[in-house]
């Protein structure tokens, strides 16, 4: 689900093609569901519960995880709990990994690039560890192959996973109009490149104090699974002001209230697009966890 030791070990064993597991579940509610393919998701404009003023949020999951995986059933019912949005979860059989994650990527960008050319173009693309990097090259093929005619609007990265040296660019500010990244556990599994146009460090971003205990794999597991719960709590609690965060120039200024008078933004779904730079927030050890 997570890591570079991980991804490195399921790529090689990886056999599935993308277009073999692609598929793209339209929820209206834990219990509504219409699945499309990459070959006939624009047919999505004619369904009746597809609201066109709404922005489209798709989500993409992390290595080994599933629709059924518990982090991504928090996320899905809290879209559908916020209703706000056309909600679609990207599922392919639990098979992608970081040697496919770029022809999976290359595969939704032609999809998303159907709905552009047909005039829908509101899409939030959510990911959350190795999917938050296919998330960044997603956005990278639309940008590249409609010459940056088109762009994904917003691209939110979970704690994008770290990828194995060499074998793709991070998720990065290029790859949307706007790149919001959230830190959570950066040790073993999330990157600790500020790559988004704003880069949200939780807790300063290492790890999460409410993940404790003697195995390290174990506690980085928790405080990487916390990315998910925040996000899904900045649907979920009808506060604009949630997760308020500063900008400042490390965790350490922050922690000696040193920032001076920095910009803030909330961290999350109702984020400031104008947020630059590198933003740090604490919060509290059990849910609700925002302390604003």
Known sequence: MFGRVLIVVAALVATSSAQSCLSFLFYTSANNIVTYSTANLTDILNNPNFNRQRVTALYMYGFQQG?????????????????NHNFLLMDCDSSYTAINANSLADEVSDVLLQFFNLGYESWHVVGFSLGAQIGGMT????????????????ITGIDPGQLPIGLFNDINADDANFVDIIHVETVHFGTVNAVGHVNFWVNGGVTQ???????????????????????????TANNPNIFRSQQCESWNVF??????????????????????????????????FSLT
């Open 67 to 83: 629709i059924s995986t518990p982090s991504v059933v928090q996320v899905r019912d809290a879209y559908i709990q916020n209703g």
């Open 139 to 154: 956005g990278r093929h639309v940008r590249r192959k409609s010459l940056r005619r088109f762009s994904v609007p917003r």
């Open 255 to 288: 922690v000696n209230n040193q920032c001076g008078n920095t910009p803030t933004s909330p961290m999350g779904i109702g984020v400031n697009f104008n947020a630059r730079g590198n933003y740090f927030l604490r919060t509290n050890l059990v849910s609700p």
């Open 209 to 235: 104090p409410m993940c404790t205990g003697a195995v390290a794999v174990v506690v980085a597991t928790c405080a990487h699974l916390m990315g998910p719960t925040y996000w899904s709590e900045t649907l």
